[in-house]
T-cell receptor, first 116, second 112 residues
Framework: DAGVIQSPRHEVTEMGQEVTLRCKPI?????LFWYRQTMMRGLELLIY????????DSGMPEDRFSAKMPNASFSTLKIQPSEPRDSAVYFC??????????????FGAGSRLTVL | KQEVTQIPAALSVPEGENLVLNCSFT??????LQWFRQDPGKGLTSLLL?????REQTSGRLNASLDKSSGRSTLYIAASQPGDSATYLC???????????FGQGTTLQVKP
């Protein structure tokens, strides 16, 4: 398996533009997480899905942020309109959730977003 | 609400020293706790996972312990090497919420 795949790896955009980040989880994993990482705030959980259903989006900072998971192999995180304070590295992670707690969370390489 | 704290925030040691990184969490209702390593500008790599029923896990020079009752975990690194320099993060998988919550990390520098 190629692991969790995120795109784009880097994006530079201007304030007000729409940004779409993409994630392909590991095949067979049933939980997907979107995190944002900044120097000031560390790793923040934005939203997570279980079996393609959003379970908790309380970490999504504002209505400008939205996330979807139309099927088990694809998720998007959209920011519209983008602002300079959204500049961060956005990570997607997936794992196979289960009561045993034996499964490892696997991260993608991240999407570095810069909003000018 | 689960809160995860890591102490110290930064640590600098000479090569060869044994060291301990600390992680504490407020809610003991967890499925597991994971330790990750992050190199500058890179993603996170899982180092060790301890299930809630376990007390420790070992991988090479790394040993992680878990004390659920006190809400603490430690990551022990033996005979540290310059290549161990990175940020180490712990993450708790909460059984109440299904969330994985991260600490702020400990940035380790091992000097040759």
């Amino acid at each position: 398996d190629a692991g969790v795949i995120q795109s784009p790896r880097h994006e530079v955009t201007e304030m007000g533009q729409e940004v779409t980040l993409r994630c392909k989880p590991i095949s067979g994993h049933n939980s997907l997480f979107w995190y944002r990482q900044t120097m000031m705030r560390g790793l923040e959980l934005l939203i997570y899905f279980n079996n393609n259903v959003p379970i908790d989006d309380s970490g999504m900072p504002e209505d400008r942020f939205s996330a979807k998971m139309p099927n088990a192999s694809f998720s998007t995180l959209k920011i519209q309109p983008s602002e300079p304070r959204d500049s961060a590295v956005y990570f997607c992670a997936s794992f196979l959730a289960g009561l045993s707690g034996a499964n490892v969370l696997t991260f993608g390489a991240g999407s570095r977003l810069t909003v000018l | 609400k689960q809160e995860v704290t890591q102490i110290p925030a930064a640590l600098s040691v000479p090569e060869g020293e044994n060291l301990v990184l600390n992680c504490s969490f407020t809610d003991s209702a967890i499925y597991n706790l994971q330790w990750f390593r992050q190199d500058p500008g890179k993603g996170l790599t899982s180092l060790l996972l301890i299930q809630s029923s376990q007390r420790e896990q070992t991988s090479g020079r790394l040993n992680a312990s878990l004390d659920k009752s006190s809400g603490r975990s430690t990551l022990y690194i033996a005979a540290s090497q310059p290549g161990d320099s990175a940020t180490y993060l712990c993450a708790v998988y909460s059984s109440n919420t299904g969330k994985l919550i991260f600490g702020q990390g400990t940035t380790l520098q091992v000097k040759p």
